[in-house]
């Protein structure tokens, strides 16, 4: 099972993609701004890289609520896209 992991209650942002206890590809964002516009980017290179993910983990904290606000989303909306093909 490939999980996608998102790291970004922190500074900066990390995201990996780990398979079967294994990471198969991670980056990572440095501590500063932007990083709500950094974490779409980071996200699509991942998949890009190492496929598409059959589930998605997000980081709760503790750590600044503009980096979990970037998360949570991200999580959501890539949940949402995969249900959207199944009723397709």
């Known amino acids: 099972m490939r999980v996608l992991a998102i790291a970004s ?10 398979n079967n206890g294994e990471v198969v590809a991670s980056v990572r964002h440095a501590a500063g701004h932007g990083l709500p516009a950094a974490l779409p980017l980071l996200i699509a290179q991942l998949i890009s890289e190492a496929g598409e993910p059959d589930l998605v983990a997000v980081v709760v904290g503790p750590g600044s609520f503009t980096g979990l606000r970037a998360g949570f989303p991200w999580r959501r909306a890539l949940a949402l896209a995969r249900m959207s093909r199944w009723w397709v």
């Open 9 to 18: 209650a922190a500074n900066g942002a990390m995201a990996a993609m780990v």
